[in-house]
């Protein structure tokens, strides 16, 4: 039995971090390819290029193809704030004999990027201390949603609840006409300053709660 080899086959690819991983938006992991030679390919293993495309699994969204310009190794770096968040995005690598273009093989690596939670942020830190005599807001308007740029609109809703605590007991604020206090939903929320009572060692808690469709 005899046989003439006639070349050598491409290489296959795979990934460091196997076919799936997931990310948030904000980070950049790095996904690696891996050129598997046949034990055949003697010296031809030096000789690959790489190159690396990417969609959303549906096809619809193409990642810039600017993303990938200067990627020719095995390792891609997602960009940071380039995908969007509660996507699948497909990332392919192809790779080619150098030294024979018609030789290639490609494989697809599954990135799904998660959604980070609202931050509900008040100015002025956990703890303030006020005048009963003079005006004053509370502000969370700096709330965050992390999965859009700080200068984009958050589309962020606002839900505030005001507790008064009495050691371990809590009770619901007051106003001046001792009715139970009504908070607007909104970002900012002020108070002339006989609207609560003064208290000396019983704060007023006030909570802020960040919502929006689909978190």
């Known amino acids: 039995f005899a046989f003439k080899k006639l070349g050598s086959p491409a290489p296959l690819v795979s990934f460091t971090k196997g076919l799936t991983s997931s990310m948030f938006r904000d980070e950049s992991p790095i996904i690696t390819a891996v050129a598997e030679f046949s034990s055949c390919a003697g010296e031809e293993q030096a000789r690959v290029l790489f190159e690396w ?29 380039t ?3 509660g996507k699948f995005y497909s990332i ?8 024979d273009p ?5 494989a697809t690596h599954t990135v799904y990027v998660d ?10 830190g956990n703890s303030l201390r006020l005048s009963s005599l ?11 949603d992390p999965d859009v740029m ?3 609109d958050q589309g962020l809703s606002y839900s505030w609840t005001c507790k008064l605590r009495a050691g371990f007991r809590f009770s619901n604020c007051l106003d001046s006409s001792n009715q139970i206090l009504t908070l607007p ?8 300053g006989s609207q609560l009572s003064a208290t000396v060692t019983n704060p007023y808690i006030f909570t802020v709660t960040v919502s929006k469709e689909g978190k």
């Not at 990417?54 to 704030?81: E, H, L, R, Y």
């Not at 003079?134 to 965050?144: I, V, Y």
Request: proline share 5%; hydrophobic share 40%.
């Open 115 to 124: 959604y980070r939670d609202l931050q509900p942020i008040i100015a002025g």
């Open 83 to 85: 995908l969007t968040a």
């Open 92 to 99: 392919t690598c192809l790779i080619t004999m150098q030294n």
């Open 134 to 144: 003079k005006n004053w807001t509370l502000d969370a308007s700096g709330s965050r």
């Open 53 to 81: 495309s990417g969609v959303d699994v549906n096809g619809q969204v193409s990642i810039p193809a600017s993303v990938f310009a200067s990627v020719t190794n095995a390792q891609f770096q997602v960009p940071a704030n």
């Open 102 to 106: 018609s030789k290639s093989s490609q």
């Open 150 to 152: 700080a200068s984009a």
């Open 185 to 192: 939903s909104a970002p900012e929320i002020s108070f002339v």
